[in-house]
């Protein structure tokens, strides 16, 4: 008995090997765009860990930069990978790069109030909250005539970490209103 081998040509073999190529390519294509980001984030560092970031819709304080995936914790308690990719191809803002950070809120007053007096008693129940930082001192400034009520901008600098901001806002916010 005689035994049939098919002809393998070179020709063919290249083209096995480029589809080969071409299909490996696509496969691993997310790995590597992942792995390159990754890379570029630890070398470039625009944040740490223990930083509170916000990126690609999600918020919270960075846990891990793996090579994959940067680990963010929610500030409500959950675990968040995203893929490094998508963390490099987007705006990232920083929370706590900087120490300190500004805050505002909008204070309404009836037309018939002097607005130079409110702003004045607005900024001197400010310098009360400790939290408030004094240099740059708290702001109050009149930033529109609404409908009902002169608006108020109330402007003032202070920790820059998640809970803290919370807080003296709500400090800054009840001693306003005291």
Known sequence: TAAAFPSVKPVDLLAGLGFFSVAVGFAFQDILENTLSGVLLLIRQPFEGGDQIEVHGQT??????????????TFDGQLVLIPNRDVYKNVIRVQTHFPERRLSFIVGIAFENDARQACEIIVASLVDVDEIASNPGPEA????????????????????????????????INAVKE
Do not use: M, P, Y
């Not at 400034?141 to 109330?154: H, P, Q, R, W």
């Open 60 to 73: 919270g304080t960075v846990q891990a930069i793996t090579i994959r995936e940067t680990r963010i914790k």
């Open 141 to 172: 400034l009149v930033s529109e005539l609404g409908s009902s009520t002169v608006n108020i901008d109330v402007r003032f600098w202070c920790a820059s970490d998640q809970h803290a901001t919370r807080v003296v806002l709500n400090g800054a």
